[in-house]
């Protein structure tokens, strides 16, 4: 596309009622409505602002990367939750976060089925260390948004009998919005579109006490990459696809805007990165093992701005080995955002301008920190 | 001599009948021809089986049938109500779209707005045109209610299989409850030319949810009154009806629309008011149920409002929430038709033209 083009599309698309102007990009006018109040010290960026716990194991996969060790990643999870925490045994660990009586949600991501998805394997160990903190096993909630990619993911067979799998709807066609809270939203008019509110997933707001983000390391075509912060914002509103739009996208501002929403804030109070497997391209899909890499690696931390921030330098070096276009690229002529198909085929195809920036921008509302040399970064090589 | 006879015949049939479909409501007549509900008018099928076919229309429950004049005694002979209808009145009426989505224009698009042909906006725009509709089979029920909704006189060709259907719909209408004289509540005005070109600003107006009166003349009722060709909305504008839509919503301002639907893009409203209620009816044109579809009513009271769903039955809305001047529920599940009634809470002369609607009793 000729950026003339470009940026005559995006003149003409009227400004909505009090919408700003930031480096560039429109920032909607946001009205946030809940009933819900922080907590004295929210989960995000919690007890440990800016600290990345990295545990490497190459015997975490099989050597051509397909088959995952449960014996290694179950070593590893310790191994990080007590660099985490400073404790000395596993369960103390995890009980700087959970408590019996909580009502646990684990947030895991099925959309880089069957490739990049949050593993049975680590969903299977958190299950089991809540349990073994003790939480009933029907206080735990495996939760996604669509229904359709949980069941492609299929985690039931390795998971206690009792703990819920709940999906909010059906699949991605909104028209099943009763497992949304309609008191619970954010209203915004980013194209004109009619439908402006996102809504917190019932669940959330009005079930779960403690929440655990699961994501996985990957490219995102409008995002940039999804961590932490997309995966847990996006995995737990309503209507957000409607955030792209001819090739641009109001991630920049709303994924950070979703994830500081109260109660998932306050109750969002353990990141755990599946680093496992990776995708560095046509992300967050992962159809095959195309543009997927082995990082080898499970990330642990509360800060989702700071691990979201080390993300992203590990999917551009990832793109930058197989000379690929940076993330951060916003040259039109690499769009084509008619072609879904020519960004599957080409590393340096994107569909719409994508917006890493967001994970800064969240750090702007307090859910982290983003300057990457106040971040630590602590590495365990098993 | 003989066709002048007919239309006689079927004016007098025509008026008999609207007294019964939506029975209880007496209104003007002068105030049909504002858009009123006040004037009901229905729907009926155009029959074109043979006689044989009686027992399938009085079980369906879609009496009286409109039927080719040259059938008509045949019928009456079976026992069945008929209106006769001639050849030059069928090709005389206006032709209706077949209501369904018809496609998605852009796939890659994150409004999922999908391409969708109603007929809202033209039987707003002439209540009291008379219509024909040929419709193919799967086809005929939502084009029913819509023509009931908006009470307007639609003659369909309908596919045999699809009778049944029809008659579900017509008998879920008649048991809704008639609420009285009730004026279409609009937040701007469109200025009438009668141009192809303001037909589809009212189109894309009614497909935005955006309410709108179609008037004569400006009026000093809204703020809002579009010429199409004035300086504030040049005629060039109109080219690209979509962004025109979008203009006039943003002048508007969302939060000033007495109508807001949060869940779908396939439902469009009626909301009526007057005499301290209002009536919201939703047509659904996707085939999709949509379950907990979100309502704002700017003016409406949410205590001891009633609802209907094809389908479904009666239901309480849920979830209900009274805030900032509006009233806010959910719809737990509809298909194709949705009513609700409450009680107004607003002074505002949207709702009813500036009478005193809201009284504690």
């Given at each position: 596309m000729e950026r003339r083009t470009f940026v005559r599309l995006m003149a003409a698309a009227p400004l909505a009622p009090g919408a700003l102007m930031e480096r560039g990009r429109v920032i909607p006018r946001y009205r946030v409505v809940s009933g819900y109040k922080a907590a004295a010290a929210p989960g995000m960026p919690g007890p440990y602002p800016g600290t990345v716990i990295n545990v490497r194991s190459a015997a975490s996969?099989?050597?051509?990367?397909?088959?995952?060790?449960?014996?290694?990643?179950?070593?590893?999870?310790?191994?990080?939750?007590?660099?985490?925490?400073?404790?000395?045994?596993?369960?103390?660990?995890?009980?700087?976060?959970?408590?019996?009586?909580?009502?646990?949600?684990?947030?895991?991501?099925?959309?880089?089925?069957?490739?990049?998805?949050?593993?049975?394997?680590?969903?299977?160990?958190?299950?089991?260390?809540?349990?073994?903190?003790?939480?009933?096993?029907?206080?735990?909630?495996?939760?996604?948004?669509?229904e359709n990619q949980m069941r492609e993911v299929n985690y039931a067979p390795h998971l206690p009998e009792g703990v819920n799998i709940y999906a909010a709807e059906r699949e991605n066609r909104h028209v099943d919005h009763l497992n949304y809270d309609p008191t619970t939203y954010v209203e915004a008019d980013f194209f004109g579109e009619d439908d402006t509110r996102s809504n917190m997933v019932r669940l959330i707001s009005q079930t779960l006490t403690k929440i655990i983000n699961i994501p996985n390391i990957k490219d995102h075509g409008a995002t940039g990459v999804t961590g932490c912060l997309k995966n847990i914002a996006y995995g737990g509103f309503s209507n957000v696809a409607r955030t792209h739009y001819k090739g641009v996208s109001h991630t920049y501002s709303f994924v950070g805007t979703l994830a500081a929403v109260e109660p998932m804030r306050s109750r969002t109070v353990l990141q755990i990165m599946d680093g496992l497997r990776g995708v560095w391209h046509g992300g967050p899909f992962a159809r095959t093992l195309k543009y997927v890499f082995f990082p080898r690696q499970i990330w642990f931390g509360t800060d989702p701005v700071a691990m979201d921030r080390v993300l992203i330098d590990v999917v551009e070096a990832e793109r930058k080995r197989h000379g690929a276009i940076s993330i951060w690229n916003r040259d039109p002529q690499t769009l084509d955002f008619n072609n879904g198909g020519n960004r599957d085929q080409d590393p340096n195809t994107n569909i719409i301008i994508r917006e890493p920036g967001h994970i800064e921008f969240a750090a702007k509302l307090g859910l982290g920190v983003h300057e990457i040399d106040k971040i630590k970064v602590r590495e365990i090589v098993l | 001599m003989r066709p002048r006879v007919e239309k006689v015949v079927i004016f007098a049939v025509l008026v008999l009948l609207t007294g019964s479909f939506f029975a209880g409501r007496e209104v003007p007549r002068a105030a049909a021809e504002t858009g009123a509900e006040s004037a009901p008018r229905f729907p009926a099928i155009y029959w074109t089986e043979g006689v044989e076919t009686a027992d399938r229309i009085r079980r369906a429950g879609v009496e009286p049938i409109a039927v080719p004049a040259e059938n008509a005694a045949g019928w009456r002979g079976a026992g069945i109500k008929v209106v006769s209808v001639a050849k030059a009145e069928l090709e005389s009426r206006r032709k209706t779209l077949v209501p369904r989505i018809a496609g998605r224009g852009n796939v890659a698009s994150a409004t999922r707005r999908p391409w969708i042909d109603a007929n809202g906006w033209m039987y707003i725009r002439r209540p009291s045109g008379r219509y024909f509709a040929e419709l193919p089979a799967g086809r005929a029920a939502l084009a029913a209610a819509e023509a009931c909704v908006y009470q307007v006189d639609l003659l369909m060709k309908i596919e045999p299989g699809d009778l049944e259907a029809v008659g579900g719909v017509f008998s879920y209408f008649r048991s809704l409850p008639s609420g009285g004289a009730l004026t279409p509540v609009a937040d701007l005005a469109v200025i009438e030319d009668g141009s192809d070109e303001v037909g589809e600003v009212m189109?894309?107006?009614?497909?935005?949810?955006?309410?709108?009166?179609?008037?004569?003349?400006?009026?000093?009722?809204?703020?809002?009154?579009?010429?199409?060709?004035?300086?504030?909305?040049?005629?060039?504008?109109?080219?690209?009806?979509s962004e025109f839509a979008l203009k006039i919503r943003r002048q508007l301002g969302d939060e000033k629309r007495s109508l807001r639907i949060y869940g779908s893009e396939t439902v469009f409203a009626r909301y009526s008011a007057g005499g301290g209620v209002f009536r919201l009816q939703l047509l659904n044109y996707s085939n999709s149920q949509i379950d907990g579809l979100r309502v704002r009513l700017l003016g409406a009271g949410v205590a001891g409002a009633r609802a209907w769903a094809h389908g479904f039955g009666e239901f309480a809305p849920e979830t209900p929430v009274q805030a900032d001047g509006a009233a806010e529920f959910s719809i737990p599940r509809m298909k194709m038709h949705t009513m609700i009634e409450g009680r107004l809470a607003s002074l505002d002369r949207r709702f009813g033209h500036g009478r005193t609607l809201h009284r504690d009793r």
């Open positions: 996969l099989s050597e051509d990367g397909l088959k995952i060790n449960a014996g290694v990643v179950r070593e590893m999870m310790a191994r990080g939750m007590r660099e985490l925490t400073g404790e000395k045994a596993d369960l103390d660990a995890w009980r700087r976060f959970i408590t019996p009586d909580d009502v646990v949600g684990i947030k895991v991501n099925c959309g880089g089925h069957p490739w990049v998805v949050s593993s049975h394997d680590i969903v299977a160990e958190t299950v089991r260390n809540l349990m073994a903190v003790g939480v009933r096993p029907n206080r735990i909630y495996v939760y996604e948004r669509f | 189109n894309l107006l009614t497909r935005r949810n955006l309410l709108f009166e179609p008037l004569a003349r400006p009026s000093a009722k809204y703020r809002i009154n579009i010429r199409l060709g004035s300086k504030a909305y040049p005629a060039a504008e109109a080219a690209d009806p």
